[in-house]
DNA sequence: TGTTAAAACGAACGATCGTGCTATTTTATG
DNA sequence: CATAAAATAGCACGATCGTTCGTTTTAACA
């Protein structure tokens, strides 16, 4: 906010407000004018910092990617053993999915999903995203366990938030949380 | 088309086609002018079977339901021990994510993730297939391990459909049906 | 087959969508 | 402080949304 022209800040709030929005109504439903009004900016004043809404589709995805990085993955650097990393980038995320500052889930799950079947590029983004999300994990579970599955242990584990959010926002299943820790480790004792 | 009368079969004409239409658009993208003109049907004719376009939205859930239990679940009560019947399920439940008679990816999943945050009846409806589906899988979870952790289990089961689906439909992994299943047997092996 | 009810249509509605245009306000800079 | 540039607002557009209503076509049944 310092030496930020006046249009990034702008661009930054809108953006931000758009993971928000995006996190409850999905990036299908994510609307300018709703959108606008809820920052106190008119619809063109909005709309004039992108090019077309797919691009405010894209972007905040982007956006949403790197509020992950920045509350997930980036900490994990701190853990020296890169065979601890698994664990903790996995209770990392299941915290992050239970309550991060979204008033939603998370966007990048979502839009893996709303968008696999329609081509443009929102797809493309969410393939890229999620891809590079994958490949992450690949490599911790291969940290993890030198000599076993990576690339299943990584599917089970991804899989496994995906289920978490399920269980914990559409079903409000209080034991959700217990049931998925538990299942992670079963996943680490093969 | 026997003794149904002809409302009830344009009804079901209108379903069918509404899931193979929400399969790639999901829920919240299934609108109505599209799908009449898909079914060669006026808009207002169509409208006339449904009060309101939630309770479209609602049967063709249901109706998405229907057949997953008819594809998936139905078929394994022909297997006796009933010990088998989870990786019965869960490979039948893998071959229809792959190739159903849908255009595109499992409505009821991703109506799971799309209106986990929405209020209303479709959400209501999401969370009545989800958990149906959810506790039938306990069940199987249960009777494979009786001395194992059913919910656990049946959360990674769920979890790695979940991340099936999108490795097969958004990142188009030709390897993501074999790592599926070396991750589903390594779940089994605990 | 003639009558009646059901089903489908056509047109229109108010609302909202994404998106341009032009004017006005605000910011940055000499 | 003046001025150029950037940012935002206002307004309108064509399209599409869900929905209603009156009419016409079609099916069911005596």
Chains 1, 2 share one sequence.
Do not use: N, Y
Not at 43 to 69: C, I, M, N, P, Y
């Amino acid at each position: 906010m310092i030496d930020l022209a006046k249009g990034d800040r702008t661009r930054a709030r809108i953006l931000d407000e758009a993971v928000d929005l995006a996190s409850v109504q999905g990036l299908g439903g994510l609307t300018i004018g709703p959108l606008a009004e809820r920052l106190g900016l008119s619809k063109s004043g909005l709309f004039a910092h992108f090019q077309s809404k797919e691009a405010l589709q894209v972007e905040t995805l982007d956006r949403a990617a790197d509020l992950f990085r920045t509350d997930v993955t980036e900490p994990l650097r701190a853990i020296p053993d890169r065979a601890l990393r698994l664990r903790a980038f996995f209770e990392r995320w299941i915290a992050w999915l239970d309550d991060s500052r979204l008033s939603g889930g998370c966007p990048i799950l979502a839009a893996a999903i709303e968008f696999d079947d329609v081509p443009g590029p929102v797809h493309d983004a969410a393939a890229k995203h999620f891809g590079e999300l994958q490949r992450l994990i690949v490599k911790f579970a291969r940290a993890a366990q030198p000599d076993g599955d990576p690339e299943a242990l990584a599917a089970a584990v991804t899989g496994l938030a995906m289920s978490h959010l399920v269980r914990v926002r559409l079903l409000a299943d209080r034991k959700a949380r217990a049931v998925t820790l538990r299942a992670f480790e079963a996943l680490l004792v093969t």
